[in-house]
């Protein structure tokens, strides 16, 4: 056996979450390894939707710009029920004021995993394929993990940590013996990426809704191409892995406007809701679908995994630079889990709603909620709760480890609210560009927070006060101490070097080598 040189991280699976794990420790100077067990990514995807808060992750990282060129904006949907469109809402920029990334933008998973590994390749990390984690020992100061390569010959490869981002069926997960109890829902669904015309092949999204079953068609980049989501219902006497567009329910499509002209691909799958017990053990960490899968519902299961490599990134770099006591790593299972939960919880009603078969449920499908929807929608008020949550810009940590204080209405644990046009022309988020700890304030930072930046290297911003900045709920020459996500570790309303102090501290955090 051949011993591979050493790295800091080895990651094990190369779809979006592990991919951007690896894009942002890189960035935060961390050495790592990636590898996939298939040959090639995958062509075949059912995720489609980023949201506004990994598009401001992204930014941080230089990536954002290329998704958003690459994908499309989704401003309106449609509900279609027994061939009529019900209801039709203008989605708009419906996030204006909240984020640089206002809208709901559309860009394929299979598409988005080759940006993701382009821009890996130019940070000089080549994903290993056909590469796979037989074991892994967890020694105390580092891990030995043993991989298959492709010629066949076992590889044995030391870390420092290992990350499990290869999906519900993760060989780290089993490895480490955590538990990933939930359920599965009795329908089979499919996916297929088709070119077609019609009424519902309009650029919006459009979503038909019958008393057995439902179609949502999502518009991609391109004339005429669209991704198709539905239920196979009946599987026949076909075996899962031997179904084609032929198999699928045609209940809706046989009324709903749209001419499918040709497949370019077909695929099935059945959906889990599903979290794991824990989300890491030592030196081990579950990320994505390895931690929790849980329905579409939403365009939130990518997302959240990607959610989950920028959270453990930093922190694995803090205590691999020496910059954190590795007890910093604990609070990853305790941010991220608790969401976790809470998502799956909240898709799942959802979920249920939409494919029950009981009467109740038909009624509000068909009935009611396409009466209510316009209406909804025109409140400003709606439109913002909708975008907050959907985005996932409203995920926080509060009552966590990591989060103190609160200055105005801005929590400690809170996403720092986003403040447009600043300073010179640029937002409150440039600086996080950076990805290190920094303080924020927006009015005047008085001479004893400047001492303290100085003398701990610590990056301050100030911003010119403006009434705007306020309707965030940013409260003037408060301090607000920023992790290298961009969450609010430390609100502190009196603007007091004592409590930046003391906060750092008590955590062991230093910001130099």
Request: with cysteine.
């Amino acid at each position: 056996m051949n011993k591979s040189p050493d790295t800091d991280v080895l990651i094990v699976g190369a779809g979006p979450t592990g991919l951007v794990l690896a894009l942002w420790l890189t960035r935060l100077g961390v050495r790592v390894r990636i590898v996939d067990k298939t040959a090639e990514p995958g062509t075949t995807s059912r995720a489609l939707a980023v949201q506004a808060r990994t598009l401001e992750f992204y930014s941080q990282v230089g990536l954002a710009d290329a998704v958003v060129e690459r994908g499309r904006k989704t401003m309106a949907a449609n509900l279609w029920v027994a061939g009529k469109r019900a209801a039709h809402a203008v989605l708009g920029e419906m996030g204006t004021g909240l984020s640089p990334f206002p809208y709901a933008l559309i860009f394929p998973q299979d598409e988005h995993e080759r940006l993701l590994v382009e821009r890996l390749s130019e940070a000089g990390v080549q994903v290993e394929r056909r590469t796979e984690l037989i074991k892994f020992e967890d020694h105390a100061s580092r891990v030995i993990a043993y991989l298959k390569r492709p010629d066949g010959e076992q590889e044995r490869c030391e870390a420092a940590f290992i990350a499990g981002c290869d999906g519900a069926h993760s060989a780290v997960r089993e490895a480490l013996q955590i538990g990933f109890p939930g359920g599965v829902y009795e329908h089979l669904f499919y996916v297929a990426d088709v070119e077609a015309s019609g009424a519902t092949v309009n650029g919006e999204l459009n979503i038909a809704l019958d008393r057995t079953d439902f179609l949502v068609v999502f518009p991609l980049k391109g004339e005429g191409r669209a991704r198709l989501i539905g239920t196979v219902r009946q599987e026949s006497d076909h075996q899962r892995d031997e179904l084609s567009w032929n198999d699928v329910n045609r209940r809706v499509l046989e009324w709903m406007p749209i001419d499918v002209k040709r497949v370019n691909w077909f695929s099935t799958y059945r959906v889990h809701h599903r979290v794991a017990g824990h989300f890491g053990k030592g030196r081990a960490f579950l990320l994505g679908d390895a931690a929790h899968i849980h329905s579409p519902v939403g365009g939130q299961g990518m997302n959240t995994g990607i959610g989950d490599a920028v959270n453990l990134a930093w922190k694995l770099a803090a205590v691999l630079h020496g910059r954190a006591d590795a007890s910093l790593l604990d609070s990853y299972e305790k941010e991220r889990i608790a969401f976790a939960r809470r998502l799956v919880a909240t898709t799942d009603r959802a979920f249920t709603a939409v494919t029950s078969s009981g009467a109740l449920a038909r009624l509000i499908r068909l009935h009611i909620v396409p009466l209510l929807l316009a209406p909804l929608y025109s409140l400003k008020a709606v439109r913002r709760l909708i975008f907050r949550t959907v985005s996932q810009t409203v995920v926080n940590y509060r009552g966590g480890s990591l989060s103190e204080g609160r200055a105005g209405e801005v929590h400690g644990g809170d996403r720092l609210p986003w403040v447009k046009s600043a300073l010179n022309g640029s937002d409150n988020f440039t600086p996080l560009t950076s990805l290190a700890w920094q303080v924020h304030v927006y009015g005047e930072a008085n001479s004893e927070i400047r001492r303290l930046c100085d003398g701990r290297g610590l990056p301050l911003h100030v911003f010119p006060w403006r009434p705007e900045v306020g309707r965030t709920g940013l409260r003037r020459n408060a301090v607000y101490l920023l992790r290298p996500d961009g969450y609010v570790a430390l609100a502190d309303r009196e603007g007091r070097a004592a409590t930046v102090t003391s906060y750092l501290d008590s955590r062991k955090l230093t910001l130099r080598s």
